[in-house]
Structures are given as C-alpha cells and as structure tokens.
C-alpha cells in the first residue's frame, strides 16, 4: 500500500467495540483486569494506552520501520534514542542541529561522560575524521537547522556499519513523506512530532522509529521508566494530522520553491538555502536521497541584523514565531531565536550568522505570501 493508504488506513483501525472510524481518545489512566494471573496488554496508561498504540504504529509505517514509540516531546524522544550509548561512549553528530540537542549532548549527557564531536554537517569525510575507538553512533539532522545543509545519509549509514556504529537521524524537517532514512540504511530515526507530522501548530510531541528489536526493546524500556509519554488527547492530534501528511507536504514544498527562487532574485537578498534550488551546493545529493525538498527555507540579507530587525518587524501574514511545520508561515531570525541561547561563538563556529532569516513556509497562498516578503523587503 502507497503512504497516503497507509496513513489513514493501517495502525487505525475502526474501534473494535463502537465502529467509532476514528480512533478513540482512550483517556484513562488504567485498565481493568479479569484476573490476578494475567497481564492484558493495555494495564497502565505511562506503558501502554490504545490511542498511543495506534498513533506508535503507524508513525512506524510511514516510516518503514517495524517499531515506534512516542514521546511527550521531540526532546524528550531525542533523548529517549540517546540512551543506546552508555558512559565512555562517544556520539559524533552533524554540527548544524537543533539547539535542544545539541544542549542534551553538552548538558545531559557530557556529565555523564559521554562526548560528542561535532561534524561539518554536509562533509562526510569530516565525520570518519571525527570517528575514535569509542564511537558508538552518528546524529544527524538533515537537511540541518538552519542551514538546510544535506548529510549523506547512505554513505555515512555504510561507513557506521563498517565500523559496529549506530545511525540515528532527526527526521523532523522534511518529515517521512519526503524522507525515509531507514529505508537508507539508518538504525533509528526520531522526529518532534510537533512540527509537520501533526502540523496545526497544536500539540508537542515526539516519535522513535527502528526496525531493530534489541534498539526497540532499550528505548521502549526507558520509556516506561522514565515516562515522558504524550497524553491519548495529544496522540490523538497527531494521529489526525497524519493523515494529511502527503498533501499538506506537497504544498509546503510548492510554496516554499516559489518563494525561494522569489527571493533568489531580490536584490537585498545575499542568498538563499533552500535543497530544492538547483543553486544549493547539494541539490544533486538532495534529489537522490530525498523524495522532495520540505517547506523550509532559510536566506540571508545584505543589510545584517539591522534588515531582519526591520523585516520581522514589517512582515504581516508570517507569524514572527519559534517552531515550524504548521499550517501558517512563519518567520523566524536563528541567531535571536532558535540559536539564541547558544554563545556567540558558537553561532558563530555553526556559521550561524545574524542575517539569516528562518521560514517555515505554510499552506496560504503563494502569491499572498510573495506580496508580504515583498512589501517587507521594500526600500
Ligand atoms: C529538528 C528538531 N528536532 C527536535 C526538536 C525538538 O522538538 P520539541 O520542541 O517537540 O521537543 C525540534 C524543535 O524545534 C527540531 O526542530
């Protein structure tokens, strides 16, 4: 069955005791039992619940993968797949990710003597450059944030296998429409689920994918541990936004290609980075392992700090906003803002610079979205 079957179809059945089409929110804590000598599959609600079974299942599908398990958020689903490495081991990851995870690398897991090196996101010779002894496994996040650089998800799956190392991949920006990296030789695959998978700006969530039973087992176990789990009310959000995930992927993506080269062509614009120009430095790289290029984009300004400041300020349908992925743009400066907790110096080692302008495309029109960056980037 194609993607779009599988998202409205399999994982959700209709409820086997009402013939309700939708899953049902399950909204309890516990189950009942028949008897003290059986466990029924669903008892308590922090290890098991219906709602969260169907969303864990077909978040799996569309990913290919065999097993998924969701997270109260993209952090805590990060860090949920983190615990395959143990103290001693070493983590490389891209050097262009998400604040939140770079901060669990420095923060969470350095302390508990885990190092991570970070690698030039888009050189995979500079990550077997980072590799030591004690690798245990490779982060990427791809295309990055906010640079939308491309890591070679194959050829760097092959060099881990080669060498006994793990492959995890943040797949959040591109979502598993235009992505799948298991299907590239990835070991586990995580998203915030907050962003397109649920896709209304409404909920935050997060989700692990793996075909690997013993992977699966370790990150289901601490799941139940440490119980970061998404309420059934919020599986059940992000289950609905699921089955829109292809056509709402489809124009994000044109959207965002139709204001990308708009903006290639403005003159206060020094450049944009967006995959699916064929002026990105990895277009070529994109197009093979990827099936479209996302709703991202992200583009720098002649006149620094100062023309963002008067460009957020000037900009009237896109929401001057954190996050991405929702039905509505918005515009966002990654050195004010998503990066902004990070040291000048490391913005600047991540080449995060202060003109840079951050857009979660969304689902409005194209031409009205192309007359608001106009009429904002007006002399
Ligand atoms: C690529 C990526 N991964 C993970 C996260 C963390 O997700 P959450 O905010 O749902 O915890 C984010 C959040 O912005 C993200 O952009």
């Known amino acids: 069955m194609q993607f779009e079957t599988l998202a409205i179809h399999d994982g959700q059945a209709p409820d086997p005791h ?36 169907a969303l864990e299942s077909t978040i799996a599908l569309l990913e290919n993968g065999l ?8 952090v805590a689903a990060t860090l949920a797949a983190l615990q395959v490495v143990k103290p001693g081991d070493h983590i490389v990851a891209s050097n262009d990710i998400y604040g939140g995870s770079y901060r669990i690398f420095e923060q969470l897991l350095r302390p508990l003597a885990i190092a991570t090196s970070y690698a030039a996101t888009e050189d995979t010779g500079s990550y077997e450059a980072c590799l030591t002894p004690e690798t245990k496994l490779i982060w990427l996040e791809t295309p990055s944030n906010p640079l939308l650089q491309i890591s070679d998800i194959r050829t760097l799956a092959r060099i881990a296998k080669e060498r006994g190392i793990l492959l995890a991949v943040d797949n959040t920006f591109l979502s598993s429409y235009f992505q799948r990296p298991l299907e590239l030789g990835a070991d586990i695959v995580v998203h915030s689920t907050t962003k397109y998978l649920g896709g209304h700006s409404d909920v ?10 013993a992977l699966h087992t370790t990150i289901k176990n601490y799941q139940a541990a440490a119980g970061a789990i998404p309420a059934p009310w919020d599986c059940w959000l992000i289950l609905r936004g699921l089955k829109t995930l292809k056509i709402r992927m489809k124009e994000h993506e044109a959207n965002a290609l139709h204001l990308a080269s ?14 699916g120009l064929p002026s990105h430095p990895q277009h070529e790289l994109a197009k093979q392992q990827m099936s479209g290029f996302g709703g991202m984009v992200t583009f720098a300004l002649k006149g620094g700090l100062p ?73």
Do not use: W
């Not at 399950?26 to 219906?50: A, W």
């Not at 062509?265 to 980075?273: D, I, N, T």
């Not at 918005?330 to 990070?342: H, V, W």
């Open 307 to 379: 023309a963002v400041e008067r460009l957020v300020a000037r900009i009237k349908l896109f929401v001057l906003a954190d996050s991405l992925g929702g039905v509505e743009s918005l515009i966002a400066s990654p050195a004010k803002m998503t990066l902004g907790a990070l040291s000048k110096e490391e913005r600047a080692r991540r080449k995060c610079t202060d003109n840079l302008v951050r857009l979660s495309v969304g689902l409005e029109n194209a031409a009205d979205l192309e007359t608001d960056l106009l009429n904002a980037l007006a002399e």
């Open 262 to 275: 708009f903006l290639e062509k403005h003159p206060a614009v020094e450049r944009v980075l967006y995959p």
């Open 204 to 213: 935050i969530g997060g989700a692990v994918v793996t075909s690997d039973p």
């Open 67 to 74: 097993y998924g398990l969701a997270f109260a958020s993209g």
């Open 18 to 53: 009402s013939g309700s089409v939708t899953v049902p929110v399950y909204q309890t804590s516990t189950f009942e039992r028949d008897d003290l000598d059986h466990r029924p599959e669903f008892f308590y609600s922090r290890i098991g619940n219906p709602t969260r079974k």
